[in-house]
């Protein structure tokens, strides 16, 4: 199987119904998508395949065969992107561990969206959870990137 | 970078090498000895606290300083927080100063327990001593290099200078000079004046473990690696006491990349914290682990607590609760006869169900043996305990036995206890020391908790003519967590009663609490702020039901009740823990409990007039020696939906070292308080915790949690006074708030948590 990773060009041969996520982080070293659920229900694992943010925990390779895959370690070459700028200036993290999958999703939904509105951000971001409770800076940090102030 | 990097194999100037660290290790304990006056803080820990600047500064020759923290990093900011204190007193660039994590060695460091808000509490002032020291010794090395008093010599913003000369050094040119000199005493320190701080109490000090999080490069146990590294899922009993007595190993070895298949037996009851035991898949990935566990097809037997049912243990807690059997545990005047002679009489019980802590990077270990040493990369909050009950395992002794603390994605409890780091260690054991990586699943973890417990408080007041409270009785039935540790204790522990119940500060003659018995079915562990939970939402709930009953606004009530403003001697209300901290230091103060009411219900515009299905809700508690009050506004649905378009929180937590990680704690807490509130409990059946994953234990998402946090900040200008707790403080007062905020939104009381669907009818 065939597969890009944050630009690389990779093949894979194992159990075709393995989970991109523990191909990422088990066969590549990945590891900036994260386990939370292993169920879709949380985000922390959240990726980009070709270009649309997906579960990678719920994602069997069969499915992720042929697509071009952006992990949290391929989003920018130095930790630039608007979303990671905005990210580190309001202090967003606490334990951090659920922010790679925040900060993917959130890249997907400006990329998608440049001027979110609340309604936007709650759709998109309520796919991911923060068990820490920084949701209200998730929100801001996102208006941030997208250039509204905050 | 945020990379984890282990202290003892830096190339160090200032500061001790790896071999010191392990000689270091047969200093005697310097814990409390019978004759000394009584020690609080950090001295009083288990190992006390050794001033020595080299075990937590080092420098090198290009001036970078590296601060070795040990404590655990879980979202509070104390990798942050502690460095600001170092970085202040040793007047460093902070852009020149990184951090290490310290492995678990307690004989070295002081104590590890990163629990009970203590980070800072405890070590602010021995960190703030650690640089102030390092800084001295760099001062008297320059000295001596360039034959001048030490007097005269400036250490500033790294920079070391002597003006007469118009000679200059970095901290780096001096390091090596400054570790070979006399350490000095605690006593001939000078710290610097508030006025004069560098970073301690800014609110603009980036997170140093910023650019990992957000590159996803920062390690945590779940990303731990080692070449060869295999991946194992344990299959635990259903039910704490229980054990495979059948599975099906052929099955999982049939999965391609399953390499063993090992039995862990299951440990004697109470088990502290040993693993549960049962049957564990190790594989070249998690991905067929997990397949070989699915294919184990196990035969449980389920020991004596298979029978545990929520629903009938909580008609036994309600029926404890109305006994008069319990152990007294505060007496003050007469709270029966008050009770029984009442003209006016409320009474009222709460329900509080198990918890978990879910944080959102499920426990994980990495564990090696090699050479007769073990070594642990482990997601813990207490690293010591870690290598203690690693090294008892294995029958090493602990110095062969080395655990590294990664990050933690999250902690809230329930990684202080070390049992997936065992079980790595066991498993590594088992497949002649490789390195074998244990992942918990989520359903692991919702299913093999150290649970908050599950309580009933029963309350009763006696009312004067005025409505004001005369008499007060609550009775407290919950199992404790320390069953995880003696056969059936029955009854809370000191320090359980001491959060909320027998501290409780208010101004009320009569007064009695008492502690029916209670027995444990599964595994009861600290979640974060703990007792204080059950015991604020019940007096905060009803307290706010008294008003109603008096016909009297809610605040204007809990103030007079509360009484005037005083220092409170806390044995004096039969709390003899105290938080661990001293009486005369640390009193039960309300006029502070009054002040964070005052601003936050001023700051909430307490008293204006609110739409239909709106409601403003007030709960205020003092917990972990700091005060916190909570203003929630919520908006009910007609199909009973709780929305809670804001809050405001007001804590008065002493000093402030890093107040943006104040309010990111007061933010959070909110959050998760209103989980508590609406949405999550662990419920048991046939002895089984019956929720998997975040399907069936909601927590709040972007959408439900509470919208617009605001917190207050009160107090914390003199660095004088002793600091309080913050991690955990903000918790307990956030989900009676909004209890009370249903109540004034609906006219309904809930009693019995969480809401779910109780409005909805």
């Known amino acids: ?150 | 970078m945020a990379a984890l990097e282990n202290v003892s194999r830096r190339a160090v100037l200032l500061g001790l090498g790896a071999g010191a660290l392990v000689l270091s290790l047969g200093l005697p304990s310097l814990a409390q000895e019978p004759e000394e006056p009584l020690k609080f803080g950090a001295d009083a820990m288990p190992h006390g606290w050794r001033d020595d600047p080299r075990l937590f500064v080092s420098i090198a020759p290009d001036g970078t300083v590296t601060v070795t923290i040990h404590r655990s990093e879980m979202g509070q900011g104390v990798r942050t927080s502690i460095a600001m204190a170092v970085a202040d007193e040793l007047e460093a660039d902070w852009s020149r100063v990184r951090v290490a994590q310290a492995p678990g060695d307690e004989p070295t460091f002081g104590n590890q327990d990163t629990d009970g808000s203590r980070s800072l509490r405890h070590f602010f002032g021995p960190m703030r001593r650690a640089g102030a020291a390092a800084r001295q010794m760099l001062r008297e090395a320059a000295a001596a290099e360039w034959g001048v008093p030490v007097d005269d010599v400036v250490a500033e913003n790294h920079v070391l200078s002597h003006a007469a000369s118009g000679k200059q050094a970095g901290y780096g040119d001096m390091a090596a000079r400054a570790a070979e000199g006399e350490i000095p005493a605690r006593e001939a320190l000078v710290l610097k004046s508030p006025d004069r701080f560098r970073y301690i109490g800014r609110t603009d000090v980036g997170l140093i473990d910023n650019p990992g999080i957000v590159t996803g490069t920062a390690i945590y146990g779940m990303d731990a690696k080692a070449e060869g590294m295999l991946f194992a899922v344990v299959a635990r009993p259903p039910v704490v006491g229980g054990r495979a007595v059948s599975h099906d190993a052929e099955a999982a070895l049939k999965v391609p990349g399953v390499q063993r298949v090992v039995m862990i037996d299951p440990p004697p009851q109470p088990s502290a914290f040993q693993p549960l035991g049962g049957v564990a898949v190790i594989a070249t990935n998690t991905w067929a682990a997990m397949r070989g566990r699915d294919a184990l097809n196990i035969q449980w037997e389920d020991g004596p607590h298979g029978a545990y049912d929520s629903e009938a243990f909580k008609a036994e807690l309600e029926q404890a609760a109305r006994s008069t059997d319990g152990v007294v545990v505060r007496n003050q005047g007469d709270a029966l006869a008050a009770l029984q002679q009442a003209q006016r009489k409320v009474e009222a019980e709460y329900y509080i169900p198990h918890l978990a802590q879910a944080p959102m990077e499920p426990p994980a270990a990495l564990a090696i043996i090699r050479d007769g040493r073990c070594e642990i990369w482990a997601c813990v909050q207490a690293p010591q305990v870690t290598r203690v009950r690693v090294a008892e395992k294995l029958g090493l002794p602990p110095e062969a036995v080395t655990v590294n603390v990664t990050l933690l994605g999250g902690g809230f409890g329930r990684k202080s206890k070390p049992d997936f780091a065992i079980e790595a260690a066991l498993l590594s054991r088992e497949m002649d020391g490789a390195p074998v990586k244990v992942v918990w699943t989520r359903d692991d973890d919702l299913h093999h908790g150290f649970y908050h417990t599950v309580s009933v408080e029963r309350l009763e007041a006696a009312l004067d003519d005025s409505g004001r409270p005369v008499a007060w009785l609550h009775r407290t039935a919950a199992p404790t967590i320390g069953s995880i540790f003696a056969p059936d204790p029955m009854q809370k522990l000191p320090f359980e009663l001491g959060m909320g119940l027998t501290n409780m500060p208010l101004d009320i003659p009569n007064v009695r609490a008492e502690n029916p018995k209670a027995q444990a079915h599964t595994r009861i562990g600290w979640y974060r702020s703990v007792s204080n939970i059950p015991h604020a939402f019940a007096i905060q709930s009803f307290i706010a039901e008294l008003a109603h009953e008096a016909g009297r606004d809610h605040r204007d009530y809990l103030l007079d009740v509360i009484g005037p403003a005083r220092k409170i001697d806390p044995t004096e209300l039969g709390d003899v823990w105290n938080y661990g901290e001293d009486p005369a230091r640390y009193p039960v103060d309300t006029g502070r409990l009054r002040r964070v009411i005052e601003t936050a219900t001023e700051a909430a515009g307490w008293g204006r007039e609110m739409p239909a299905r709106r409601g403003l809700g007030l709960a205020a508690h003092y917990s972990f020696v700091s005060y916190v009050a909570v203003v929630a506004e919520v908006e009910v649905g007609e199909d009973g939906s709780v929305r809670i378009p804001a809050a405001h929180i007001a804590i008065d937590c002493g000093p402030h070292v890093n107040p943006d990680r104040i309010r990111s704690q007061m933010e959070g807490a909110v959050i998760m308080g209103s989980g508590q509130a609406l949405m999550s409990q662990i419920t048991f059946a046939r002895g089984r915790a019956q929720q998997n994953n975040f399907d069936t234990y909601p927590v709040p998402r972007m959408d439900t949690a509470p919208r617009e946090i605001h917190v207050h900040l009160v107090g914390g200008g003199d660095y004088g006074q002793p600091l309080g707790g913050v991690g955990e403080p903000g918790l307990p007062p956030v989900t009676p708030a909004i209890i009370n905020a249903i109540f004034a939104a609906t006219g309904q009381r809930i009693r019995r948590l969480p809401v779910g669907n109780q409005l909805s009818s």
């Open chain 1, 1 to 150: 199987m065939d597969i890009t990773v944050n630009g690389q060009a990779r093949s894979f041969e194992g159990d075709p119904e393995m989970p991109l996520l523990w191909y990422l982080r088990d066969e590549l070293g990945l590891t900036g998508a994260k386990f939370g659920c292993g169920a879709g229900l949380c985000g922390a694992c959240v990726v980009h395949i070709d270009g649309v943010a997906s579960f990678s925990c719920v994602t069997p390779m069969t499915v992720a065969e042929g697509t071009q895959v952006v992990t949290i370690e391929g989003l920018s070459p130095d930790g630039t992107h608007p979303v990671q700028a905005a990210w580190q200036q309001l202090n967003v993290a606490q334990c951090g561990y659920c922010q790679a999958g925040q900060i993917m999703q959130a890249a997907a939904l400006l990329a998608e969206t440049p001027a979110p509105t609340d309604a936007d951000i709650d759709a998109a971001m309520s796919q991911n959870i923060c068990r820490c409770g920084t949701y209200p800076r998730i929100r801001a940090a996102i208006k941030r990137a997208a250039g509204q102030g905050a």
